[in-house]
Nanobody, 118 residues
């Protein structure tokens, strides 16, 4: 059983910051590509940020310069630091773990709501 435990969602005003975390087992954390996806009402789920085992990262253009994904190796956790938040960042954010050698093994967190509104 693979569990991805997400924390840190909430409501924040435009321009504010939030920090999301996703904790995985050591096995998953050390062997999988991990990242954050989001889904807003009426839209498809999109990749926000990913981080590979070698710590290479990629971001969707709309969050570049504002969001940072990183690993906390001691806690088997990935972090998404979100700064300068905009209303269009409002979505349910999902943590993902993906086996880079087998596309059939993709795991998702339960989702955490991020709302950016005044």
């Amino acid at each position: 059983q693979v569990q991805l435990v997400e924390l840190g969602g909430g409501l924040v005003q435009p321009g504010g910051s939030l920090r999301l975390s996703c904790a995985a087992s050591g096995r998953i954390f050390s062997t999988h590509t991990m990242g954050w996806y989001r889904q807003a009402p009426g839209k498809q789920r999109e990749m926000v940020a990913v981080i590979a085992r070698d710590n290479r990262t990629a971001y969707v253009d709309s969050v570049k310069g504002r969001f940072t994904i990183s690993r906390d190796n001691a806690k088997n956790t990935i972090i998404l630091q979100m700064n300068s938040l905009k209303p269009e960042d409002t979505a349910v954010y999902y943590c993902q773990a993906r086996d880079p050698f087998n596309a059939n093994y993709v795991y998702w967190g339960q989702g955490t709501q991020v709302t950016v509104s005044s």
